[in-house]
């Protein structure tokens, strides 16, 4: 593994040599700066056409996000790093670093999406730099802190926008007939890929900032709620039930139960009361703003009843809108060296099956098996990772809450939506920032044996 690492922490070190001269005040700027640019770029891209239009979004969204992400990983390097004194998981960085290079180099042999490509890029010479730069448990508790602060802003702001800007939005022919909420969106799983990435932090706030009043934070958790509700977006609803429960979980075995403390249960269930209130309230209200559409729904089922299998499957199929049938249709005609992006749907007549609705089984099909197998077991690293978590297999921290309840959500979303761009989706790259403990962080300092 030392042989794969080394690269990312000679370039860091080289980096470093400029950008450790760098202000702290200034660095500050630079890297609040740079969060609030991706985060208002994820806002967007899951906006409707007509506020994508207005700021051109299709136009810049690359060019600054990118420019972003680069200021990040520059600013973020503080200081030089010795491989001697990090801690890595080596399945993580073979995983990761198999998938992305693999995935880079494939895409000179079939044509991929400019948006895959970039996901390659971003993957193999950005995210490792970002890993180890900010390892140390400290910087990544600030890095949690900042992130979060900057979600919750954005939460706000969608909010708000929601509120003023729903009611002038047209749903299309179909948005009087059908009942999902459809939002500045106009499109239920859009609202999901939002609510979750809003979710987690906020949720992660309520749990260990002392410093402001928890209502706060139940305002925004409640509307998200709300929001995944109505528009009847399972992923998203299950997603932010899994933040819940692991970041819940966490919580009560890392700060409750080790210093034998009391559930509050008055303050549990004021917190229930608050969310359901905000929940009910805004569902109410945000359910009379809109006008809704939803043709990305309609194909999946139609698709669904359109290809027979057996009963389990069938049942399954509908639950997810008719995902599993394209997903087992990606696997079944995937080639060991891949095909490339689709140039469109790979099911004839169904729309809807340009992607897979599995991140890893669009590995598969565009770039092959080989970083399909990465993909695995990089996933599968964070996965082991949260349970040691929980379960006292490495030291509970407060920050490793961030990455319990960002994974949740992330996790959700990658095994059912198109979830792979970190430079134009908040929810993949709040998920990728809690992997740092994951990839490597500072080793424990041995005590001194008297």
Known sequence: MRVLVTPYIAANNIIAILSSRIPDKVRTVLINASVYALLCIGLLKYC???????????????????????????????????FRKLRLGNTFWFGWILCFAMMFAMAFVNPVARNYFMWSVTGIFMFPLIFIAWSEKDRFRELCNIVSEAVLVMAYIFIILSLLLVPFFSGGTLGAVLPEYIGMAVNPNNN????????????????TDKKRKPIYYLVPMGFCIS????????????????????GLLYHYLSTVRPHKERIEWKKLIAAILIVSAVSLASGFVLSRFDNMDLEVNAEDNMAAEA??????????????????????????????????SPDGPVMEGYQASKWSFNNAVDVLYISGVLPFIGCVLWFLAVIVFCIKCIFGGVPRRPEYLFTIVTFAGYFVEFMLEVTIYPITTSLVLLAYIGMIPVACREKEKRRAVR
């Open 48 to 82: 409707n056409k007509a506020m994508r239009s207005v700021v051109h979004f299709s136009d810049i969204a690359y060019p600054v996000g990118t420019a972003a992400l680069v200021l990040f990983v520059i600013a973020g390097i503080k200081n030089k790093k010795k």
């Open 192 to 207: 999901g890929m939002l609510t979750i990435a809003f979710y987690g932090p906020v949720f992660y706030l309520l749990l």
């Open 227 to 246: 929001i995944s509700v109505i528009s009847n977006c399972r992923t998203a609803e299950l997603g932010i039930l899994l933040q819940t429960a692991g």
């Open 307 to 340: 290809v027979s299998g057996d009963e389990v499957f069938e049942k399954l199929d509908d639950i997810s809108s008719g995902r599993l049938i394209i997903t087992r249709y990606y696997i079944e005609n995937s080639t060991f060296w891949g095909h490339g």
